[in-house]
C-alpha cells in the first residue's frame, strides 16, 4: 500500500472514531477541546502572520534543499512556493498551536523542523515565550530568518544544521521544556529519538506536538509507540497532528477528535 492511500484509509478511520465535545467526559479534554481546538480560525487575528505566508505562497524562486527530512540525501531544486504548499500547516492549525502555546502558559518552546518559519511566528506570539526552532536545510533556513525579520520577532532563535547533532547539543543547556512541536524528520527511527531526547525535558505541564502522524506507515508507527510510553498520560490525535501531556492525574486517557 503506497502513503498515499494509507493516508486515505486513515483519514476514513480517523473520521469513524473522532468524537466531539458531546463525548468527552474529561473536563480536561472538554475544555481543551472547546476552548482551543474547535474554536473556528478567525483570519483578522493572525492577519500580520498570513500576509507573509500569502508572499511565500506566491514566490517562485528556486532554491537548492537537502531534505534530510524525507530521506532524500540529494540536494533537489524547488520553488519556494511548491515548498511552502507542501509543508506549511494550515491557517487553522496554527492557530490552533498558538492557543494551545497560550493555554498552558508555554514560555520555553522548541519547534523541530522550522520550514520558512510561519508555525514559529505563531508558536513566538506571547513576546513573554522563548521559540527555539530548528532546521536542517541551510536555504530553506535562510527564507525562515527572513520571514521572522520582516515580522519584527525578537523572541525566536533559529538553530541550523543536522538535527541529530544540534537538538543534543541544545538539549544540554536547557533544564524544562514546556511545548515541543515535531515536524523535522517524517520517518520512523528519527521521530522516536527526538522523542526520546525531548522526553528527559518535559515537566507535568508539558505539552509535545507531533505533525503528520497519518501521513506514513512509519508516522502511524511513531505516534502508535510514543503515545504508549510510560511517561505520556494522554494524548489527543487531530489527524494532522497528535498532542501528548505528561501530568499523571490525566490516568492514561487517549481521545480522537473532530475538527
Known sequence: MTDYFFRIRSFISWWLEAVDEHSLHSPF???????????????????HIESLRKKLLADHRVIAVHD?????????????????????????????????????NALNIVELGT????????LAE??????????GAPAVADIAALTFEFAGKKNIDLITGN????????LQRVRKLDMMFLDANHRLAP????????????????????????SSREMHRAW?????NRLVYASADLFRCGML?????????HVILQL
Open 29 to 47: 479534554f472538554y475544555d481543551l477541546y472547546t476552548r482551543q481546538i474547535k474554536p473556528p480560525h478567525a483570519p483578522d487575528t493572525y492577519a
Open 68 to 104: 534530510l527530512g524525507s530521506g532524500d540525501q540529494h540536494n533537489t531544486s524547488r520553488k519556494i512556493s511548491a515548498i511552502a504548499r507542501r509543508s506549511l500547516s494550515t491557517p487553522r492549525y496554527s492557530a490552533i498551536y498558538a492557543r494551545i502555546a497560550a493555554h498552558f
Open 115 to 122: 520550514s520558512f518559519g510561519v508555525n514559529t511566528l505563531y
Open 126 to 135: 506571547n513576546p513573554h515565550a522563548h521559540v527555539t526552532t530548528f532546521e
Open 163 to 170: 538535527i541529530d547533532r544540534t537538538l543534543p547539543a541544545y
Open 191 to 214: 521521530t522516536l529519538l527526538y522523542f526520546e531526547l525531548l522526553l528527559k525535558k518535559v515537566h507535568e505541564r508539558s505539552v509535545m506536538i507531533i505533525d503528520d502522524i497519518h
Open 224 to 228: 502508535e509507540q510514543i503515545k504508549s
Open 245 to 253: 501531556f505528561f501530568d499523571p492525574s490525566l490516568n492514561k486517557q
